[in-house]
């Protein structure tokens, strides 16, 4: 079994910071890529909009609402992954998914599978 555990979410002023956590655990050959969903509150779509996401090689990919503030990291020796989250807003406020594709055991070829953490809520208020 392969799980996904996030950390590091709470409550914020407009203007703080945050750093998330996602260690992933069990069964895992192989990472693939990582990252991090959010959805707000009211919105619908399942696990929301793509916030920024890291593959394994270390390249990153930003959503533009925050670009310039938002950091992505991953410790591959760990299976870790990391969201520094600076001058937070209003509208950062959200449930933060973590997402990996893992591939859980050396099968030629790999055969990757999508996970999720349950999430974890960030707050952002005066």
């Known amino acids: 079994q392969v799980q996904l555990v996030e950390s590091g979410g709470g409550l914020v002023q407009p203007g703080g910071s945050l750093r998330l956590s996602c260690a992933a655990s069990?069964?895992?050959?192989?990472?693939?890529?990582m990252a991090w969903y959010r959805q707000a509150p009211g919105k619908q779509r399942e696990r929301g909009e793509l916030?920024?996401?890291?593959?394994?090689?270390?390249?990153?990919t930003f959503a533009d609402s925050v670009k310039g503030r938002f950091t992505i990291s991953r410790d591959n020796a760990k299976d870790i992954m990391y969201l520094q989250m600076n001058s937070l807003k209003f509208e950062d406020a959200a449930i933060y998914y973590c997402f990996a594709l893992i591939a859980p055991t050396e099968q030629t070829p790999l055969q990757f599978k999508n996970y999720w953490g349950q999430g974890t809520q960030v707050t952002v208020s005066s």
């Open positions: 916030v920024a996401a890291i593959a394994s090689g270390g390249e990153t």
């Open positions: 069990g069964t895992i050959f192989k990472i693939n890529q």
